[in-house]
């Protein structure tokens, strides 16, 4: 008996650890992509070509890295969702369609901090 106990508090613990490390990453990568989007969102109003292809570049790169860890344990379809938002803001931004771009922009934010709050421990997410 005793040794059932002991194994199945480790696991509990185990996970325990675990859910705190994805939410920290989480927690970060989310704050961090959205930092960048609205560091673009400004880039993209004021016009300004080559810091807007520097830092769209800049932000793929680290949505990549991101993009990795992230889907060991998030849904695809949201991740993809993020995808989809920054390959149309960069075909808006191609073709100077700034209002469409800075939408698009924002639709990301937004899938990003619902990716942070659907993960979130809660007692709405566990019920």
Do not use: R
């Not at 005793?2 to 325990?16: D, L, P, Q, Y």
């Not at 970060?28 to 989007?37: A, W």
Request: a negative charge; aromatic letters at 10%; hydrophobic letters at 40%.
């Amino acid at each position: 008996m005793f040794k059932e106990t002991f194994i199945c508090v480790i696991i509990i613990v185990f996970i325990s650890v675990l859910d705190v490390y994805t939410q920290n990453y989480t927690k970060q990568s989310v704050n961090k992509m959205v930092d960048m989007l609205s560091e673009l969102k400004t880039s993209i109003i004021d016009e300004d070509k080559d810091k807007i292809n520097k830092e769209t570049e800049q932000m793929e790169q680290e949505w990549q890295k991101m993009h990795d860890k992230l889907a060991y344990y998030i849904e695809h379809d949201e991740l993809e969702k993020v995808d989809t938002a920054i390959v149309a803001m960069k075909s808006y931004v191609e073709e100077d369609d700034i209002p469409s771009a800075v939408s698009e922009l924002e639709v990301g934010k937004f899938v990003m901090e619902h990716i942070q709050e659907k993960t979130k421990f809660s007692l709405q997410n566990i019920f």
